[in-house]
């Protein structure tokens, strides 16, 4: 028992000692969101835009003030038919949603990011052409989420390393 406990102290030790920091610090007046707020998303073209573009505004707590960066994003929106049956039928499909981004700055117009996230997910193809296609457009819709969750997140990382790109971050 006393070697558990002296375990945990160490853990403890080592862990107060390293350099993580919350990204989020601050809460909605902390430097991350506050630099996020400051983020305008430019509009995207077609029902999967606007699904993105909602979801991106959402997450990003845009306020009144001036925008210093402007967000472009493109689309790349992919159906795929996988199971296919011996009558040549599909059965299954993979929806692939990508998604180019640039943070531009509002004043110079200058490229300060630009970089791709990406989402998929499948779909069961049934007999009901309506719940295919009902079943597609709720693929879409959360895969605009999970792609908005990603650019979020890459923005954060930029605004916490002040304007630095990550070394991912090209394209």
Request: proline content about 4%; charged content about 20%; hydrophobic content about 45%.
């Amino acid at each position: 028992m006393t070697f558990r406990l002296a375990l945990v102290a160490i853990a403890a030790l080592a862990v107060g000692g390293c350099a993580l920091q919350p990204m989020y610090a601050g809460g909605t007046r902390g430097a991350v969101a506050s630099g996020l707020a400051t983020i305008d998303v430019s509009p995207i073209p077609e029902r999967n835009g606007w699904l993105v573009r909602n979801a991106l505004i959402d997450r990003l707590g845009r306020r009144d003030s001036t925008a210093a960066y402007r967000l472009e994003v493109t689309l790349d929106d992919d159906i795929t038919g996988l199971g296919i049956r011996g009558d040549s039928a599909v059965t299954r499909e993979r929806r692939t949603i990508r998604a180019r981004y640039r943070l531009v700055s509002a004043a110079t117009g200058e490229t300060l990011l630009d970089a791709t996230a990406g989402a998929d997910s499948g779909i069961d193809v049934v007999s009901s052409e309506y719940a295919t296609v009902a079943a597609e457009q709720t693929a879409a819709e959360r895969l605009a989420t999970v792609l908005a969750d990603q650019i979020v997140a890459r923005l954060a990382l930029y605004v916490s390393r002040g304007g630095q790109p990550p070394a991912s971050a090209a394209p």
